[in-house]
């Protein structure tokens, strides 16, 4: 039995379809160099209104995924640091970039999408024995590489875009006079600093501090770096470290609003709309409505756009010429 002139058409729309995306999704990997090239947004912890925020990133907003080298993430530091040369650079409504990392390098868990604050880099490093261990102390760090040989033991770091330099513990007070003030939109009370501050933190290994924009300067990094932090945890329970280069998936580019909360609301797992604002279900709504109405409401006036063209008028001439002199178009 031959297929009906239906299934035919049914069959060329899918194909049209699925081709369609397929040219999106390469459009988007050509752009961003990484696959996915889109992350859904499921928590709060980066937003800045709890209205929602179309510039800032809400939950159920889909976010660019670009690759980066791990030199290229301009931190808070270094964007506030009028001597760097990354001084003014903003990404989702504050200074420095967002990036989209897995904790602790685990594949099995969803990744973190934080604003990295600081970079913490080895300053004054020897070769870690065969084992992986340091002799002469430090924090071990598998990844820095001394004359190409991976395994380093560090004693004394830097903070770019900070005057952290060469010292064997951390202290930084983003008060707007040690450093750039961060505000910390908490509740203060004696004791409790209004800005962030980094307290005698002694990193485990080289990469970036990071903090959701939302999460009242409690650092993913946890209490060792600021106090009163809960930090993240990995699968095993460990607080993670700071961000290295392998944990890296990319940095957050441009956000298309609200569209993600479609995967949340069919989504068997994670939060669901839990955290997706109520204006931004609004909004989906009614993008979804203007998509659908958009061609019933564009028909008629293509059409009559048509009709009314030069073009349009020449045939409809010829057509009524032909019928006067009794011509079948078709001959």
Not at 115 to 124: D, G, K, Q, S, W
Not at 185 to 207: D, Q
Request: charged share 15%; aromatic share 8%; glycine share 10%.
């Amino acid at each position: 039995m031959q297929p009906s002139s239906s299934t035919k058409l049914l069959f060329r729309e899918i194909l049209l379809a699925g081709g369609m995306i397929a040219v999106l999704i390469a459009a988007l990997y050509a752009h961003t160099q990484s696959m996915p090239p889109l992350v859904v947004v499921e928590s709060s912890s980066m937003v800045h209104d709890s209205e929602g925020e179309v510039g800032s990133i809400d939950a159920g907003d889909l976010v660019l995924v670009h690759k980066s080298s791990f030199e290229n993430i301009v931190t808070f530091a270094e964007a506030t640091d009028p001597t760097n040369p990354y001084f003014g650079h903003e990404s989702h409504g504050m200074e420095g970039d967002v990036v989209i990392y897995k904790k602790n390098g685990e594949s099995s868990t969803t990744p973190i999408i934080h604003r990295a604050i600081l970079r913490v880099v080895p300053n004054e490093v020897y070769p870690a024995s065969p084992n992986g261990t340091c002799l002469d102390g430090g924090s071990f760090d598998s990844e820095w590489s001394i004359n190409g040989t991976h395994g380093a033991c560090i004693l004394t770091w830097d903070v770019p875009g900070t005057n952290v330099v060469n010292q064997s513990t951390i202290n930084i007070s983003f008060d707007g006079t040690d450093a750039a003030y961060y505000d910390c939109k908490r509740f203060v009370h004696p004791g409790v600093e209004a800005y962030l501050v980094v307290h005698e933190w002694t990193p485990e290994h080289s990469g970036l501090l990071t903090l959701g924009d939302a999460n009242k300067c409690s650092v993913d990094q946890g209490s060792s770096a600021v106090i009163g932090s809960s930090g993240l945890r990995s699968v095993d329970g460990a607080t993670i470290g700071p961000v290295q280069e392998s944990w890296l998936v990319g940095r957050a580019g441009g956000e298309i609003p609200w569209l993600g909360a479609v995967k949340l609301m069919v989504s068997g797992s994670g939060p669901g709309l839990e955290y997706v604002p109520s204006s931004s279900i609004m909004y989906l709504f009614v993008c979804i409505g203007a998509i659908l109405l958009f061609p019933m409401a564009a028909d008629p006036l293509i059409r009559r756009i048509f009709e009314t063209s030069p073009e349009s008028i020449q045939a409809q001439q010829e057509k009524a010429f032909l019928v006067a002199l009794g011509v079948d178009e078709e001959e």
